[in-house]
């Protein structure tokens, strides 16, 4: 098992940045990728960004490329989401998941076995 704790979430103006960060715990050697994705109010929950643990291979959502950076930490056992230039769509509870298979890519919630509870992101006009 792998748990997920996610941190860093908040009330933001539009245009401005938050920083994610996800601590992943337990058999964290058996990950091949971590990832984010989100949800908001009465939509379905949708892929973010997506990162291969083990060669850092990245994969982003459309809406948010250039605007977001996914990292992560092999020592700490961390991955990060920077979202700069937000915006009030980018508005939703934050979720952090972990797989442990491995796939030619990671968009796909079905990808991923582990569950963070989320944070909330609120990007105020």
């Known amino acids: 098992q792998v748990q997920l704790v996610e941190s860093g979430g908040g009330l933001v103006q539009a245009g401005g940045s938050l920083r994610l960060s996800c601590a992943a715990s337990?058999?964290?050697?058996?990950?091949?990728?971590m990832g984010w994705f989100r949800q908001a109010p009465g939509k379905e929950r949708e892929f973010v960004a997506a990162?291969?643990?083990?060669?850092?291979?990245?994969y982003y959502e459309d809406s948010v490329k250039g605007r977001f950076t996914i990292s992560r930490d092999y020592a700490k056992n961390t991955v990060d989401l920077q979202m700069n230039r937000l915006k009030p769509e980018d508005t939703a509870v934050y979720y952090c998941a972990a797989g442990r298979a491995y796939y030619s890519e990671y968009r796909r919630s079905r990808e991923f076995d582990y569950w963070g509870q989320g944070t909330q992101v609120t990007v105020s006009s």
């Open positions: 990162i291969r643990w083990g060669v850092g291979n990245t």
């Open positions: 337990g058999r964290t050697f058996s990950l091949a990728a």
